[in-house]
């Protein structure tokens, strides 16, 4: 069955050193998304891809980056790994830009 | 702003009784909607799409779409301990991406 995944699901990590999160999807879906969820603020974009080699900045793009080099993984990079950035991290995609979105089981990052 | 509001509960049903979420909207650009599912420490889970005004069923659920008036719901009758979870409401503006609420717990009380 197609599906979505993300690894690792649990990692901690120490301030300034650089985390990758991955994504990857079998659904051969175009669009991905990056989101993280923290209490008190529900869930928030950070970076979104609509194919490969595209990549956009969403609401809470510091500190972040990915690339899209093919059309089932967009990696999620830490470049300087903060406290802020403590967090439960999703990966999500869908066939069409406005349409359903369909999520990963998750990442919890602790940065220490 | 771009705003999507929900009322943060938790609200409390009784097994077999109708749960009303809801949700309001502040962009009127908005076009689809979007209601999740997520249980404790587990991802959200896509029930429901709505893309024009009226109802639409589900199963035991239910949207409710009014663009004039900004709001969406969901409706889930003969609600069971189950169904308790954070329901997140999620509206796409069009050309744009997703904007979600902050989600309303919802208990079921057996």
């Known amino acids: 069955d197609a599906e979505i995944t993300q690894s690792p699901r649990h990692k901690i990590t120490e301030t300034g050193r650089q985390v990758t999160l991955a994504c990857h999807q079998t659904?051969?879906?175009?669009?991905m998304f990056w989101y993280r969820q923290d209490l008190g603020h529900g869930l928030r974009l950070i970076h979104y891809?609509?194919?490969?080699?595209?990549?956009n900045k969403g609401e809470v793009s510091d500190g972040y980056s990915v690339s899209r080099s093919n059309t089932e993984d967009l990696p999620l990079t830490l470049e300087s790994a903060a406290s802020s950035q403590t967090s439960v991290y999703f990966c999500?995609?869908?066939?069409?830009?406005?349409?359903?979105?369909?999520f990963g089981p998750g990442t919890r990052l602790t940065v220490t | 702003q771009k705003e999507v509001e929900q009322n943060s509960g938790p609200l409390s049903v009784p097994e077999g009784a109708i749960a009303s979420l809801n949700c309001t909207y502040s962009?009127?650009?908005?076009?689809?909607f979007f209601w999740y599912r997520q249980y404790s420490g587990k991802s959200p889970e896509l029930i429901m799409s709505?893309?024009?005004?009226g109802d639409k069923e589900d199963g035991r659920f239910t949207a409710q779409l009014n663009k004039a008036s900004q709001y969406v719901s969901l409706l889930i009758r003969d609600s069971q301990p189950s169904d308790s979870a954070t329901y997140l409401c999620?509206?796409?503006?069009?050309?744009?991406?997703?904007?979600f609420g902050p989600g309303t717990r919802l208990s079921v009380l057996p």
């Open positions: 999500a995609s869908s066939v069409n830009r406005a349409g359903e979105q369909y």
């Open positions: 659904w051969n879906h175009n669009n």
């Open positions: 891809s609509y194919g490969v080699h595209d990549t």
């Open positions: 962009d009127r650009g908005s076009q689809s």
């Open positions: 709505i893309y024009s005004n």
């Open positions: 999620a509206v796409n503006i069009a050309g744009q991406n997703f904007v």
